[in-house]
């Protein structure tokens, strides 16, 4: 855990996830000089991820094979929240045990921007995919949200969701 730096210590609005690796991918958060979390995946076929910072460890495990509900475990395997697709649409809905609730919902068709939205529809940070590469997902922070206490979990699991996403797209092609 010494090797990460403290989310409270990011200085700017932008953070770049970066992948590393083909054969088993561990992804990296940074803001070009110091990382600030981690997204790595154990098991078969890539079903439990796991997230690193300089202060917590989580485990997000999917529920059932047939089930797209994934709970958030800490390190003690005591759940935190659960992630869950609303009915047939593309959001997918972060319900925290401590009543914390948004919505990680796609803002255009034709682009892979993403957004993290509150109940009342204000945006907390919004991601940007390159076309054409997997490699860097670019995460744009409101500088107002910044004091977020759940700023490391929203950027890492909406990383996550966007890798869930871009496997289905794969094996759907």
Same mark, same amino acid.
């Given at each position: 855990?010494? *090797?990460?730096?403290?989310?409270?210590?990011?200085?700017? $609005?932008? +953070?770049?996830?970066?992948?590393?690796? &083909?054969? %088993?991918?561990?992804?990296?958060?940074?803001?070009? !000089?110091?990382?600030?979390? %981690? +997204?790595?995946?154990?098991?078969?076929?890539?079903?439990?991820?796991?997230?690193?910072?300089?202060?917590?460890?989580? #485990?997000?495990?999917? %529920?059932?094979?047939?089930?797209? =509900? !994934?709970?958030? $475990?800490?390190? !003690?395997?005591?759940?935190?929240?659960?992630?869950?697709?609303?009915?047939? %649409?593309?959001?997918?809905?972060?319900? +925290?045990?401590?009543?914390?609730?948004?919505? &990680? #919902?796609?803002?255009?068709?034709? #682009?892979?921007?993403?957004?993290?939205?509150?109940?009342?529809? *204000?945006?907390?940070?919004?991601?940007? !995919?390159? =076309? &054409?590469?997997?490699?860097?997902?670019? &995460? /744009?922070?409101? *500088?107002?949200?910044?004091?977020?206490?759940?700023?490391?979990?929203?950027?890492?699991?909406? =990383?996550?969701?966007? /890798?869930?996403?871009?496997?289905?797209?794969? =094996?759907?092609?």
């Amino acid at each position: 855990m010494n *090797q990460f730096r403290s989310f409270t210590q990011v200085r700017t $609005n932008q +953070l770049w996830m970066q992948r590393h690796g &083909f054969w %088993k991918p561990w992804y990296d958060f940074t803001e070009g !000089q110091f990382s600030y979390g %981690k +997204l790595s995946y154990d098991g078969t076929m890539m079903r439990t991820a796991i997230i690193e910072t300089a202060d917590e460890h989580w #485990k997000i495990i999917r %529920k059932s094979i047939w089930s797209d =509900a !994934q709970v958030i $475990n800490n390190i !003690q395997n005591q759940p935190i929240g659960e992630i869950s697709r609303e009915g047939l %649409k593309s959001n997918f809905r972060l319900v +925290l045990n401590d009543g914390f609730e948004v919505t &990680f #919902k796609r803002t255009s068709i034709w #682009k892979g921007n993403y957004h993290w939205a509150d109940v009342t529809g *204000q945006v907390l940070a919004e991601t940007t !995919q390159h =076309a &054409f590469s997997s490699r860097y997902v670019r &995460f /744009n922070i409101d *500088q107002l949200q910044m004091t977020v206490l759940h700023l490391p979990v929203l950027l890492i699991t909406g =990383a996550h969701l966007i /890798n869930r996403i871009n496997q289905r797209a794969a =094996a759907a092609s």
